[in-house]
């Protein structure tokens, strides 16, 4: 089970369950009373906790071989131990097996299934754009980033927080951004879906956990550029690099493609305030930064369903960025006797 | 044709035209000099324009005899002049023909084709709706109110600010909606459709032009209680009116769907600051909101293109709702040989 | 004694104290010991407490027979615990006499008094009223809600937050209301009578405790519309129901009364960003705004005079809505030998 | 007849009239034909008025022997000049005779009543105040400010924004404040009561006329320093001259009086961000600025039903510091047959 | 004269002058009468004038053969005609002199020779800065876009809004980093300068006038992107191409330096709502902002004691960036007798 | 070793020192087990720390005897308690010796030296005022006010929150304002001097501890007026008792002179919503507030790579009044080979 998934099951009474997580660190330190324990800090792609092992456990031999990183299992009873929060007790710790330590990074077999379809469906959307500049770049793009693609999250809180949340997100902003171009036939499409691909690109180096791991330390380049800004660095680095030998002559000319593209990267939070040093100027600026907003705080309110307390019958706790508590939805209407 | 249309004809050079329009104002002024003149103010579904008649012209026959909300037309020579804005010179004033008339304030065929189009997809959206009791709720607003529905503006200003612009607004969210139904699932479909159409239904009372008419007043209620809540009024008003013998025991409660729809139009500004009481609290609410302002948003700046000054090679003037000088679109990519 | 005021007495030193409260939830937990506990929540009309019965304490025996919503007396030593905050200890739990538990709702006779009067003076003052329509209003509304009026908050947090405080504060609003119409001679005071007592009576159902009870819970209809809103519902559906056989002719029409009133009730906030969504638009409505203010605020400074800490001599601590630490009021001056 | 009497006069059609005013400045300019002409800026209490007087007319003559500050009477016929604004035409100039000049500077004898009225009850007020030192630094000021103090304006726009202003919008606050001391008993009359009469002492030096003159100059040390700190400057002052002989061991401590009177003028904007540079923490600091605003605003809203232009049956033109059209306000119902 | 110069001389009474400026625009328009007319717009350096010429002048003749970037000469009385602004009158066109016209871009002997002081000092302080990767970037600028960093403008209104502003902006903002230096020894100094020199130079791009002209028109990269991320841009650019060979095992790392330099250039704005995408992190950062800040500010505030209007004596009109209306300064002491 | 410093050490692991501090309170408890024990409060110039004394230690028998104010070592071991923060165990109390109490309030030979330098810096640039009035108004300051001048701290939290530290960051903002009086020649340098000297002596009443002592308590005046109030109170005051016989006839006059100096204290926070009621309108003023705000900042960034936490490698935890989480500075280029 996940963190969070006990989570969820010890609110109002202690359960046995097995976790499997990351060790984030792992520190010897002396309580009060003079004698040593161990503060073992776990970490899974959406949450975290922190145990103690003290000093007769039979769980000491285990920390004292851990390094941080490594992947262990906890089999015991876990309950909401008052302001502590959650904890266990009766618990046994153990390394994770190659295989299970595998699962722990890419999920579930369903979890993956759910990723490989929102990624080929960007893949397919992005191969049938017809500019051969923007196809072009996002195929390098693929190419050269697609496993930091795929387990990067998008954001270090807020919505998509989690390793393979951006890849998640993205798809979900593509389908959108499609369904639109329907509707709203002016939208340059092939431009629409390039933004979309490309809008949270620098998130790739401002919130990507390593390879084998779940925690996402913030990065120098991030801090001092920001991700709007590292995403502009990245296009422009990949565009330099395409062969441009049959470009001649094309229309729109390739810099104003660019431009336009990086315009979107740069005014997609719609706002000053919100870290877009340009405002939305282009119709597909405009509905990029809805489409973004709109998955957002889809995202955020079914996560509240999901996870979040009901502090009266239909009332959810106070989500932060919502900057609401939801309410629980209306349910689809149901007649009776015809087929749902 | 249009004022609007003329004013864009004229900015390089005075050209003759037709205009049909209908009289907001006549009366009778005396000038500096002592001598008596006519202004004229004629107004036609999204502009304005003020006219002199000098006490020499033989215009001043047919202005004695002008009631207001009369129609005409004035044929002449149409130019800039200067910082007064768009004149005409060399103009002869006459009454509207009946059919003539009747075409100013229906609009050509091809704009009632457009209108009958987009009222018909709204109707069909809602005869799909599953839940009787929002369908039945659409179906009585457009009994009761479908010929002001038609004509009523979304805005005095900024948007749709227009007669029949509220219509247009509507339908085309009404597609956003259901297109984004498709890809977010858990999306109430037939609660979004019955927030679209009852969004803005308040505007039917503060921004709508008289049957024949296209000037917009303010209104004591709409300047009292505002557009959100004469909506929540109608909407109360029209549901008490309701046939309630069947409904015992849906599922959904009939009481919490009408809590829910009132939600949706007491949110959708997105924002207290916008006038909206509360915040959008479910998905359906945060979705009409991003609905509503992505369509608002992209009218206004394929407005801007149309109407709009270009200051600069692909810059245009800055449009006061966007914020912004909006950046001429990236052109489709044009595959030579290819079919478009 | 009130929690209140237990917690005043403790602040330098353990106190023996009687504390009469409802139970507000009584739960048995699981010490990490692995010990059970009772985790006991007790409220009154204007604070809550905490406390633990452990497992070998003879108040368990009372615990488990305990059900939420029952009324309760505590007896013991209270005093501050460090951070866990006000505690008890070698305490006795008990049920309260059936005259106990009447007292504990209604108050003491002395608060029952101040409320009669409070009470008795906004019906005398709405029986003044000469508009008769407002009069009938207002008195549909004492019999149809009397009850509900006399024990609703004027909020969940921040000023008369208590059971009953939303009375106190609209006879105060109310006093102050007829003294400024002396003054303001142009004022309605009909109009503005009726804007006193109606302001707020969407809280009857956003914030009101139960008959016998104090807890205040977000309620479903409160979250979705707000109690502005559930105010104009309120009054348009008493005002739908009141006999209008006399009203004809009357001066000024009745629908511009309603209006006018619900004008009051929209925008006494005062802007939109704290939740009207209009802006006062009559002298009434401005008075009314204002009026609100100045009582909820010297309400709050007048309470952290009372219960407030004194940071430094006549400097107290920060008070939220306040966003000050109130300084000690100036004592009126003291003339030697004159009666006061 | 004044100038915005006038003003409201020749709203439909043009009008004879005699004005009364002081002259701003009378420039001899040239036009663009070379021709010299007069341009005759004059100012009355509340607003002001520019006329051109051509080479040719019998005006001339007047004009070049007029100083600024001079008085005239111009008799003719006013009519609304296009943009330009109000004009006049057939009109003769001439000097005010002294008994005019003085009516002029003075108001007319309901006028002088109204305002020794107000001032009568501002000086009885704090004739009545017990703390000896607020009453003999109010009867300072008196004695000191007098004259100046019955001819400053409140402001140099928005409300009471005229000759005598200040006096007028002190009496009312104390009218007022006086009222809801009845009400809110542990208010300190006393203190709230010198609280309004010195609240905006510091525009006696920022937006005062000269003692013949209306207009109101921008002032080096008001601009400097701001109204509120030029207040504090000058009960500081008054504060220092007072013969304390008797004040020994008084209470409260006479500085701490002083400190609470200054800690009014202060906060009396009641947020930073209008100028006050530190926030109501009293009581009377509170009740202060609400009465501030409330007298303010009821002014501008008055001030408008009086000469703001209605836009629609009821709806009156936007007010700036209001920031809403006020909307008519509801007449008193009339009951027939009985007395008003 | 320049324009500016000019429009200060004639506020009380008209001029002869002889101007000297660049042709924006020459356009044959009609007039009310139907007479054609020629409207000719002028701007130099730092200002612009529109005048007139009527059919029956002898410069429309000069009219007729002017094209646009023409320079022109401009002889004759200036003189403010009333709502329409300064004017002239029996004035007389003609084409500059080739070094008329030099003279005209370059400006008088005096300007050239303050231009080169200040671009000498910038050149001096980067020749000095002891990093190489720095001090070759600079040098790289100087040699890639000295002419156009000579003739930029550091905005297109508010502060240094002219021809060569931008360079004169940063030698004085240079001045006061290395003075900063001297009393805050932690700063690093080399990175500061090259902030200093690269802080604006989008600018280059944005707000920069063409070789031989005045007009800066909104450029599409400009639009799309903003200045700061063109200088990221630009930067990015110059620092792909230097020659790299000599920098191993430099300290700090070389890419560390670049993002240090970048942070600077996307951070000194110093706010999010004023266009910075990130805030500034580092002591450099802080510095560049305030330093940028404080020239800006006495630029403009000393050019309102220029050119401003005294509204009242020692009182300056309001000057939108700064929100007041400055105060004439303090001048200095001066001891008689002693030596200034 | 300092509060802050013995914090810095224990970070990783426990550490035995010896604390110097003074007793803030010494207060008698009783634990939940009902025991007795001491709560003692200790605080030095920059950090405070609360000890548990239990009532078995021999510590007890010191607490007994201490009043609060008196100073006392700590040495022992120290170390992080968990959420409880910084803790001691094995340690022992004693009272200090008068030689230690006297460094402990005067800081070390080295402190007190690097103080002596900037008092001597501020009065050397006071005295080398050219005019006459703003020297005499420094130099009385010094006498009147210097000791309290040299123990004030700049704030209650935020930069240069500790003993001493106003008077350091006045000599620092001396240095950068004479700095930039070289390269802005118009400022008035005497103007400035004074202006920094006074812009803050407010907090001499506002922020300033006792002679022997540490604690900043809320003062009265200072709640009530604000620093800035104070400040001009006290410069006020100071003015009054300066012998002005040789003023007569100085240039520019004397109350001009104050008024300036007047409003540099008064608009120094540089916005209204800061607690300036006035914004800067002169140069002197505007530079004032940037030199204060560069000042400050750069001592909260630098404070923050002291004492604060790295997050990451080069990444600082967030800073409140920065708003950022500051990053490592680049270090200063090496020249290998030669001297630094």
Not at 181 to 187: E, I, M, P, Q
Not at 189 to 218: N, Q, S
Not at 224 to 235: P, W
Request: hydrophobic content about 45%.
């Amino acid at each position: 089970m996940t963190i969070a998934a006990i989570r969820g099951a010890v609110k109002d009474k202690a359960q046995f369950a097995e976790l499997h997580a990351q060790v984030e660190q792992c520190t010897k330190k002396e309580g009060s009373n003079g004698k040593p324990f161990w503060e073992l800090r776990l970490r899974d792609a959406a949450d975290n906790l922190t145990l103690r092992v003290w000093s007769d456990s039979p769980n000491v031999r285990v920390c004292e071989e851990l390094d941080d990183a490594d992947c262990v299992a906890v089999e015991g009873e876990f309950y909401v131990n008052g302001a502590f929060g959650m904890d266990a007790r009766r618990w046994e710790l153990r390394r994770l097996m190659p295989d299970e330590r595998a699962t722990l990074f890419e999920g579930s077999e369903a979890d993956r299934a759910k990723v490989d379809e929102d990624y080929a469906f960007i893949e397919r959307t992005i191969a049938a754009v017809r500019d051969p500049r923007l196809r072009a770049l996002g195929q390098r793009f693929f190419e050269a980033s697609g496993a930091r693609f795929r387990r990067a999250a998008a954001a270090r809180v807020n919505h998509h927080a989690r390793r393979g949340g951006l890849a998640q997100h993205t798809a979900q902003m593509m389908r959108a951004a499609m369904a639109l171009c329907d509707v709203y036939g002016s939208l340059n499409r092939d431009l629409l879906a390039a933004g979309v691909l490309f809008h949270d690109c620098g998130k790739l180096w401002e919130t990507c956990p390593p390879e084998e791991g779940f925690a996402i330390r913030p990065d120098l380049r991030g801090e001092l550029m920001g991700h709007i800004n590292i995403g502009v660095e990245v296009v422009n680095a990949m565009w330099r690099e395409l062969p441009k030998a049959d470009w001649d002559g094309l229309v729109p000319a390739s810099d104003d493609v660019r431009l336009h593209l990086i315009h979107l990267i740069l005014s997609h939070h719609g706002a000053l305030e919100f870290g877009s040093p340009v405002l939305p100027k282009t119709p597909e600026a405009i509905a990029l930064h809805y489409i973004d907003n709109l998955d957002a705080r889809l995202e955020m309110i079914l996560q509240a369903y999901a996870t979040g307390k009901e502090v009266a019958p239909g009332v959810y706790d106070r989500v932060r960025p919502l900057e609401v508590g939801p309410i629980a939805p209306l349910p689809a209407f149901f007649e009776a006797g015809a087929a749902e």
